[in-house]
């Protein structure tokens, strides 16, 4: 079953109010041609789940955002995203659901095993609890009677995923040291879109590859959309690091967006790659160390 679609493919599947999941993880290896999509499209009233970088704060700026369920929203280099405070400081934000990483990791694992929670030790005694009355207890049924959290599934309708090679059928490779949560954000959607910095040929996978980077299954993905760089201007290890300069530019945005937007969202993909310097620009950009 050959699911590569095109970006256009891609947000005609997409509805207003839609509860969407993005994988990465700050500014690292985020699926942001797709972000940037929905940013031109007419989509609203988005509930948004996220480890939280440029995608929320891009999203936040684009008045997409309905609801966010989030554990941070950070650029890594630069600890802060600008367009997310903007927005969160301003009560732009209908609403929002911030919990302890571990939890929103937690709720997610649950919705991907169809449980509607799991138990866990995770926020208790702060003010994640205190903030989020919605969050209850639960009871050991055992003999020593913990009180624990009932931390809720987090059930996405889409996933939104960035990986470094995948084959027309939904094979996906991460060959990053860290492949974040994006297989639990896979588990706990109904459908996955992936963007790919490469789409290759079944039989050109290496079996230890396979075995080593392929993170969730081929059966959750519902559309593949090949896009080299595609994860710009957060990093895609081993092909390209976080790209500082763009991270600055747009952070500096946040006071005038208007030019940000014209040149980099009110455009097409290919147009936006051109205007940060063009594919060998982005790849040349190197590995962020921490």
């Given at each position: ?57 891009l ?60 138990p ?18 639960v ?40 492949p ?8 706990a ?15 050109s ?20 959309i ?10 895609c ?33 290919a147009?936006y ?18």
């Open positions: 079953m050959n699911k590569v679609i095109t970006t256009n493919d891609f947000i005609s599947k997409l509805e207003d109010g839609m509860t969407i999941g993005i994988g990465g993880w700050g500014a690292r290896r985020k699926p942001m041609s797709l972000v940037r999509e929905i940013c031109r499209s007419n989509l609203k009233d988005l509930t948004l789940v996220s480890y939280g970088g440029p995608d929320i704060g999203l936040s700026s684009c008045k997409k955002i309905r609801k966010l369920i989030f554990g941070f929203v950070s650029l890594d280099l630069i600890p802060l995203d600008s367009h997310f405070r903007n927005a969160r400081q301003s009560g732009e934000l209908p609403e929002v659901v911030e919990i302890d990483e571990g939890m929103l990791q937690w709720g997610l694992r649950a919705a991907g095993m169809n449980l509607p929670f799991l866990t030790r995770v926020g208790i005694g702060t003010d994640v609890l205190k903030n989020n009355p919605h969050i209850k207890f009871e050991s049924p055992y003999d020593d009677k913990e009180k624990l959290v009932a931390m809720p599934a987090i059930k996405l309708d889409v996933a939104l995923l960035h990986v470094n090679e995948s084959d027309e059928k939904g094979n996906t490779l991460i060959f990053g040291p860290d974040f949560f994006d297989d639990l954000f896979a588990r959607a109904s459908k996955t879109f992936v963007s790919t910095e490469k789409l290759v040929d079944s039989t996978f290496d079996k230890e590859k396979v075995a080593n980077y392929n993170r969730f299954e081929r059966n959750l993905v519902s559309g593949i090949p896009d080299e760089g595609g994860a710009h201007p957060t990093a290890n081993p092909s390209y690091g976080i790209d500082l300069d763009h991270l600055k530019e747009y952070s500096k945005s946040a006071k005038t967006f208007d030019e940000y937007q014209e040149k980099y969202l009110f455009v097409d993909e147009t790659k051109k205007n940060v310097g063009g594919i060998k620009s982005i790849t040349s950009i190197p590995l962020t160390k921490f």
